[in-house]
């Protein structure tokens, strides 16, 4: 059995020796793909239910390569995570949706563009600085500005994460709580991040229809939220029946393919002229 464990553990390598490479190759076509003109910002609208107007879009990174075709977020965001190039993509991401943030601002409409920031982002101490002078730049009001955190990067660090937190909303930029639920966070934390939004993860909607368990879970959750003061949107809405029972649990926002995929920003346009305030 030990010349079998001997034989297990080369051909184990030898898949290890393969991935490592392809994962090397696909971090080299990422630092290309960050140089060259590969990645876009995509937006999801979020609809308000108490007013029904579209009243923020979310910014989700996307990668489009020459030979690759579209490369899924879930493939290159861990890999620029494992690798460090989540600080300039992460940039990347922030300029973009900042520019385009104001670029709607100028045009009239009142739409906040949320970003999603990783762990490392808030860890360098550089994310305060980079935000001031994104708004400063692009002339945009830090209200139309909100940033994701998920409670697995809060969590990292909690007093840095505080802190830094702290100092964006003095500023007045928003900050959202993302994936809710999914992560380790205890409560007891919850209320000492200084937060605006909480944002349901997608997976207790998924079984919404048929499962009594689960809209009692999506209840509690929102109860938290509105008892600590914050806003709630449900994330992954497809189905025009969940829409109208988070509408009844009092959910204050909904975002999903059922309002919108996400789209380019040109894309998006005809749905904000008939949905957006301006
Ligand atoms: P997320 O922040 O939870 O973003 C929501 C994801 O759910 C997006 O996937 C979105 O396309 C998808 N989605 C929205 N509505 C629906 C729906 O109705 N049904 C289903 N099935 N899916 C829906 P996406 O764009 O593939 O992004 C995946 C994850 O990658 C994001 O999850 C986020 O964690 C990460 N990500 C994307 N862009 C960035 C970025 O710029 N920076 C960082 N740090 N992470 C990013
Ligand atoms: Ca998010
Ligand atoms: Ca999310
Ligand atoms: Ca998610």
Redesign the pocket.
């Known amino acids: 059995s030990k010349a079998l464990g001997g034989h297990q553990v080369h051909v184990y390598n030898d898949a290890m020796r393969q991935s490592n490479l392809e994962q090397l190759h696909l971090e080299q076509e990422l630092r290309l793909a960050l140089e060259g003109q590969q990645l876009a910002?995509?937006f999801?609208p979020k609809l308000d239910l108490a007013t029904q107007r579209i009243s923020g879009v979310?910014?989700?990174?996307r990668w489009h390569h020459p030979d690759m075709g579209w490369i899924?977020?879930?493939a290159f965001?861990p890999l620029a995570e494992r690798t460090g190039l989540?600080h300039q993509?992460?940039s990347w991401?922030l300029e973009a949706a900042c520019a385009q943030a104001a670029h709607w601002f100028e045009q009239g409409y009142s739409i906040q563009v949320a970003?999603?920031?990783?762990a490392q982002q808030i860890e360098s101490g550089q994310l305060v600085h980079e935000v001031d002078q994104l708004l400063n730049q692009h002339g945009l009001p830090a209200q139309l500005l909100q940033l994701?955190l998920?409670e697995s990067t809060l969590m990292e660090d909690v007093e840095a994460s505080v802190s830094e937190m702290q100092r964006l909303r003095q500023r007045g930029v928003s900050l959202a709580i993302?994936?809710f639920g999914t992560g380790y966070s205890s409560l007891s934390y919850l209320q000492r991040f200084p937060l605006d939004l909480l944002k349901i993860?997608?997976s207790f909607l998924q079984t919404q229809q048929t499962s009594h368990q689960q809209g009692t879970l999506t209840q509690a959750i929102i109860a938290l939220g509105h008892g600590l003061g914050l806003k709630v949107v449900a994330?992954?809405?497809?189905y025009a029946d969940q829409l109208e029972a988070l509408r009844g649990l009092g959910c204050d926002y909904v975002?999903?393919?059922?309002i919108s995929?996400?789209l380019a920003a040109e894309q998006l346009q005809p749905l904000l002229v008939e949905k957006a305030d301006r």
């Open positions: 910002v995509h999801q979310e910014a989700l990174a899924p977020p879930s965001i989540i993509l992460g991401v970003v999603n920031i990783a994701e998920t993302d994936d993860d997608r994330e992954g809405v497809e975002q999903g393919y059922l995929r996400p």
